[in-house]
Each structure stands twice: as structure tokens, then as C-alpha cells.
């Protein structure tokens, strides 16, 4: 009995150890990666508590107006992998806006990431998206662009905002959710004011396939134009930077139906 009682108080005081130094290492990877989405930002803008940042990827070629797409970052923050991404698809002639819903803060470590995302709640994302809409025309001075054709998708954490804002917003014409969070009701994905792109994979452990099943039934219940595919052989997040999308056969496809999705929907 005594032996017992050392090994639970010596898991008790591992366990312990273990919370105070995931704790801990909060501050410090802040700390770490302060100035890293400054440094990253090119663009602010007036937001509902002060400025907000954001990346903006422009056209490289054509005199446009230019459709804009709205990319939410994944739970990380902004960081250089969606920057990659929203340069990538720019180049089929698209203004993409990449704004920090994140207010300044990116990482890497995983209880930072998880902190931060219990740290944005929906109503803040909200007004945030609201807010760089409302500056997208001055985003891009130098370009016209045509904020009737927009689009909004994101990846993840960036997914599921991305379809709960256009859930709230109908003036959005399309949405790509990659491995985001989805709803199956079909009473309230009929709110939405354009075509559905999801993009999943088979062996995501946080996205129950029976989940992307009922938003895809949902969606046909409701009307929406829609096209949902599941990729084998892959978890979550396996969309992850241009290199690798260029590189690596499944990524590529899973971009390609990006591309063609987004040029049936608001051209480019």
C-alpha cells in the first residue's frame, strides 16, 4: 500500500511538473516570436479595437478589377507558409488577403497555438473579417479590385471561420474550408450566398468522416452548390506550403480543385 501511495504521488508531482512547464513555456515562446507578424505583415488596417495587420498578395500580371479572396490562416497564426499560399494563388489573379486573427501572435509550439485559438472567439473573428472587408479596396491601391467577387477560405482553424463567416455574411460568393470544423444542418448551411469548396482528409483524427458526411448531406438538403472531396491517405492540415504543393501529388490536386473551384465561382 505504501509503495502505491509513492507511485501516485509520483505521478501527481510528474503531472504537476508537467502542467507548470507547459505553463510556463507559453510566455516564453510569445516572448520568442515577438515582432514575427509584423515582420510578415505588409498591409493595416483599422480594426474594431485597434489596427490590424494582414498579409495582401497581389496579381502579378493584368489590370484587373481583380476578385479578392480572404485566406484564414491555420490556428498557428499568420505565418510564412500562408503567406506561400496567398502569393501562389495570386498568381491566377487574385488580390488575397491573409489578415492576423491572431493580434500579433504566430507560433509554432502547439500549447501556444491551442492558447491563442481559446484566445480569438468567434464574435472577435467576426469583426475582424468585417473590418478588413471593409478596407479591401484600399488593401490593393494600386489595383482595382472587385469586392462583389469574393471569396473567403482558409485552412483549419482558418476553415471553420471561414464557413461560420459565411454563414453570417451572404454578400460572400464562395468557400473553401480545408479540414475545418463543419456543421451538417441543413436549415442553416442554407444561409450561405454561394458554392462550397471542402477539403478533407481520410485519416484526420480531429474531423470523424461521419462529420464531413453530414455537411455534405446538409448541403444537398439545403441547395447549395457544393463539391466535397475526402483524400486517402492523409490526416489533418496535409495542405502545407507552395513548395510542397508543387512537389508532392496529393497536395497538388488538392490545390488544383482550389483553382478551378474559385474560377467557376468569382473568375480570375
Known amino acids: 500500500m505504501l509503495l502505491l501511495k509513492r507511485v501516485l504521488v509520483g505521478l501527481l508531482v510528474a503531472l504537476l511538473a508537467v502542467v507548470a512547464a507547459v505553463a510556463v513555456s507559453i510566455p516564453v515562446d510569445r516572448w520568442l516570436a515577438r515582432g514575427t507578424v509584423e515582420r510578415l505583415a505588409n498591409a493595416t488596417v483599422p480594426g474594431p479595437d485597434g489596427p490590424l495587420q494582414a498579409y495582401v498578395a497581389v496579381p502579378w500580371e493584368g489590370e484587373g478589377p481583380f476578385p479578392v479572396v480572404v485566406m484564414i490562416h491555420e490556428f498557428w497564426g499568420l505565418d510564412e507558409a500562408t503567406i506561400g499560399k496567398a502569393e501562389l494563388l495570386a498568381e491566377d489573379g487574385y488580390v488575397v488577403v491573409a489578415p492576423d486573427l491572431m493580434r500579433g501572435r504566430t507560433t509554432r509550439?502547439?500549447?501556444?497555438?491551442?492558447?491563442?485559438?481559446?484566445?480569438?472567439?468567434?464574435?472577435?473573428?467576426?469583426?475582424?473579417?468585417?473590418?478588413?472587408?471593409?478596407?479591401?479596396?484600399?488593401?490593393?491601391?494600386?489595383?482595382?479590385?472587385?469586392?462583389?467577387?469574393?471569396?473567403?477560405?482558409?485552412?483549419?482553424?482558418?476553415?471553420?471561420?471561414?464557413?461560420?463567416?459565411?454563414?453570417?455574411?451572404?454578400?460572400?460568393?464562395?468557400?473553401?474550408?480545408?479540414?475545418?470544423?463543419?456543421?451538417?444542418?441543413?436549415?442553416?448551411?442554407?444561409?450561405?450566398?454561394?458554392?462550397?469548396?471542402?477539403?478533407?482528409?481520410?485519416?484526420?483524427?480531429?474531423?470523424?468522416?461521419?462529420?464531413?458526411?453530414?455537411?455534405e448531406q446538409g448541403l444537398e438538403?439545403?441547395?447549395?452548390?457544393?463539391?466535397?472531396?475526402?483524400?486517402?491517405?492523409?490526416?489533418?492540415?496535409?495542405?502545407?506550403?507552395?513548395?510542397?504543393?508543387?512537389?508532392?501529388?496529393?497536395?497538388?490536386?488538392?490545390?488544383?480543385?482550389?483553382?478551378?473551384?474559385?474560377?467557376?465561382?468569382?473568375?480570375?
Request: charged share 20%; with cysteine.
Open 109 to 215: 509550439w502547439l500549447p501556444s497555438a491551442i492558447w491563442q485559438t481559446i484566445r480569438a472567439p468567434d464574435e472577435r473573428v467576426r469583426a475582424d473579417l468585417d473590418a478588413v472587408l471593409a478596407a479591401a479596396d484600399d488593401l490593393a491601391p494600386e489595383l482595382a479590385v472587385d469586392t462583389e467577387r469574393l471569396a473567403v477560405m482558409g485552412f483549419c482553424f482558418g476553415g471553420r471561420h471561414a464557413l461560420r463567416y459565411a454563414l453570417e455574411r451572404p454578400e460572400v460568393r464562395a468557400t473553401g474550408v480545408f479540414y475545418g470544423n463543419v456543421p451538417g444542418d441543413a436549415d442553416a448551411l442554407a444561409r450561405l450566398g454561394g458554392p462550397v469548396l471542402g477539403v478533407f482528409g481520410a485519416e484526420d483524427g480531429s474531423i470523424p468522416l461521419a462529420e464531413v458526411a453530414a455537411f
Open 221 to 268: 438538403a439545403a441547395g447549395v452548390d457544393h463539391q466535397v472531396r475526402v483524400f486517402d491517405g492523409v490526416g489533418h492540415a496535409f495542405v502545407t506550403t507552395a513548395q510542397a504543393i508543387a512537389s508532392d501529388p496529393v497536395q497538388g490536386e488538392a490545390w488544383a480543385l482550389l483553382r478551378a473551384f474559385l474560377r467557376r465561382t468569382i473568375g480570375g
